[in-house]
């Protein structure tokens, strides 16, 4: 997939704080991850039924994160 990152509107979480979180970035049928203290790094992209499914995973602790 060739995307210019640059053009995207990246977003992070109200919630992150100073020290860094993940933003992510729609683009077309496409969620685009990326690392915000190193916005040039390697950038994943999922279709939107994964990125879905990862914050199903996540909200329902499914991998029992917060224990």
Do not use: Y
């Amino acid at each position: 997939m060739d995307v210019d990152l640059a053009a995207l509107e990246w977003r992070k979480s109200s919630s992150s704080v100073d020290q860094g979180c993940v933003e992510i970035a729609v683009h077309g049928a496409h969620v685009m991850v990326r690392d915000s203290k190193s916005p040039s790094a390697t950038v994943l992209g999922v279709n939107r039924r994964q990125w879905l499914e990862f914050l199903d995973a996540v909200r329902t602790d499914e991998w029992q994160l917060s224990r």
